[in-house]
């Protein structure tokens, strides 16, 4: 199996910067596109931005030109480095990543979620 933990929410004001890590632990397992999604109450978890190992990204229409995803192959880590934050970006942040996992055989192709961070835009 693996575990993602993520790190870096907090409150912060408008117009302020955050940076978010998640990473990735487990006996044996090998990763491929990773990614950040985010809920607010009463909403459907929606994609915030993704990686692939190749460095390839893709973003969110809404945080296009604030945020900016990156990740760390070697320490099994992705960040977002969130600038220009605003109120609307208040959101419980999920880490997620493509992949599998060791057990005896390797596993099917999974989706595996961290517990989330919360992030929280006000003045």
């Known amino acids: 199996q693996v575990q993602l933990v993520e790190s870096g929410g907090g409150l912060v004001q408008p117009g302020g910067s955050l940076r978010l890590s998640c990473v990735a632990s487990g006996r044996r397992f090998s990763l491929n596109t990773m990614g950040w999604y985010r809920q607010t109450p009463g909403e459907q978890r929606e994609l915030v931005a993704t990686?692939?190992?190749?460095?390839?990204?893709n973003y969110a229409d809404s945080v296009k030109g604030r945020f900016t995803i990156s990740r760390d192959n070697v320490k099994n880590t992705v960040f977002l480095q969130m600038n220009s934050l605003k109120p609307e970006d208040t959101a419980v942040y999920y880490c997620?990543?493509?992949?599998?996992?060791?057990?005896?055989?390797?596993?099917?192709?999974?989706?595996?979620w961290g517990q989330g961070t919360q992030v929280t835009v006000s003045s």
């Open positions: 997620n990543a493509d992949g599998r996992h060791y057990s005896y055989i390797w596993s099917d192709k999974q989706n595996y």
């Open positions: 990686i692939t190992t190749g460095g390839a990204t």
